[in-house]
């Protein structure tokens, strides 16, 4: 009998099945491993956000301008112009999302407004050009009842939101906003929920936030406390 030399049929479906089996193997390894690049990519972005959403809200109100203006024209009665309310805050800024510290003032309004399918509540801020004193008296629409021991206080429009607002926190369980207040020896200070000064700006701006779906293996958006430096009397005379 002679040799015959080759490769016979079962031998080349076992070769084929090999192949195969380590081809899927490899697939399923490469999308392992990219869905695991993924997810790390994605807790970083998240986590960035969250450290870059307390900076800029820190750099914001460490950039508060003590702008005074009068009350429906530059000679009306004189305010500050900052609005501090449990779930709204207006001021005047030299630091924004767009600029950063480059470029010309804003106003910025801050305002709590109910989540994406009314699940929990987000914090959104509008940037809108400061265009001086007269812009400043033109957004007071009369003074509030003066209340006892306290000077009227100036009224603001309402807020509006809308697509050139930007969202700086989502998906939050609760956020507001509680200002302190410099009192003498020995009580010092106190945490208000709303401002009440016209003529005084607040030592301190904290915004309470917690998220709605805590994650541990990220970071999240937590209390932010920030000082304002401006603690002088604003409407007094300025001293030589």
């Given at each position: 009998?002679?040799?015959?030399?080759?490769?016979?049929?079962?031998?080349?479906?076992?070769?084929?099945?090999l192949?195969?089996?380590?081809?899927?193997?490899?697939?399923?390894?490469?999308r392992?491993?990219?869905?695991?690049?993924?997810?790390?990519?994605?807790?970083?972005?998240?986590?960035?956000?969250?450290?870059?959403?307390?900076?800029?809200?820190?750099?914001?109100i460490?950039?508060?301008?003590?702008?005074?203006?009068?009350?429906?024209?530059?000679?009306?009665?004189?305010?500050?112009?900052?609005?501090?309310?449990?779930?709204?805050?207006?001021?005047?800024?030299?630091?924004?999302?767009?600029?950063?510290?480059?470029?010309?003032?804003?106003?910025?309004?801050?305002?709590?407004?109910?989540?994406?399918?009314?699940?929990?509540?987000?914090?959104v801020?509008?940037?809108?050009?400061?265009?001086?004193?007269?812009?400043?008296?033109?957004?007071c629409?009369?003074?509030?009842?003066?209340?006892?021991?306290?000077?009227?206080?100036?009224?603001?429009?309402?807020?509006?939101?809308?697509?050139?607002?930007?969202?700086?926190?989502?998906?939050?369980?609760?956020?507001?906003?509680i200002?302190?207040?410099?009192?003498?020896?020995?009580?010092?200070?106190?945490?208000?929920?709303?401002?009440?000064?016209?003529?005084?700006?607040?030592?301190?701006?904290?915004?309470?936030?917690?998220?709605?779906?805590?994650?541990?293996?990220?970071?999240?958006?937590?209390?932010?406390?920030?000082?304002?430096?401006?603690?002088?009397?604003?409407?007094?005379?300025?001293?030589?």
């Amino acid at each position: 009998m002679r040799n015959e030399r080759g490769t016979t049929l079962v031998e080349l479906l076992v070769a084929i099945t090999l192949v195969s089996f380590i081809s899927v193997g490899m697939l399923m390894a490469m999308r392992i491993g990219l869905n695991a690049m993924g997810k790390t990519n994605e807790k970083l972005v998240a986590n960035r956000k969250a450290i870059g959403v307390q900076k800029i809200i820190l750099s914001q109100i460490a950039g508060l301008m003590p702008v005074t203006a009068g009350c429906g024209s530059l000679m009306g009665p004189k305010f500050v112009v900052f609005e501090g309310q449990p779930d709204h805050m207006r001021f005047v800024s030299s630091y924004t999302l767009a600029e950063a510290a480059r470029g010309y003032p804003r106003l910025l309004e801050f305002k709590v407004i109910p989540g994406e399918h009314d699940r929990g509540v987000r914090l959104v801020v509008n940037e809108r050009m400061y265009g001086g004193p007269y812009m400043a008296s033109a957004l007071c629409t009369g003074m509030a009842p003066p209340m006892e021991g306290v000077a009227p206080l100036p009224v603001f429009p309402e807020i509006e939101v809308g697509s050139a607002s930007f969202v700086l926190a989502d998906k939050l369980a609760y956020c507001r906003f509680i200002y302190r207040r410099t009192l003498p020896a020995p009580e010092f200070e106190r945490w208000i929920p709303m401002w009440p000064l016209p003529d005084l700006l607040p030592s301190g701006v904290r915004i309470e936030m917690a998220p709605l779906d805590p994650d541990p293996s990220k970071l999240q958006v937590l209390t932010v406390t920030a000082p304002i430096r401006v603690n002088k009397w604003v409407l007094g005379p300025y001293a030589d």
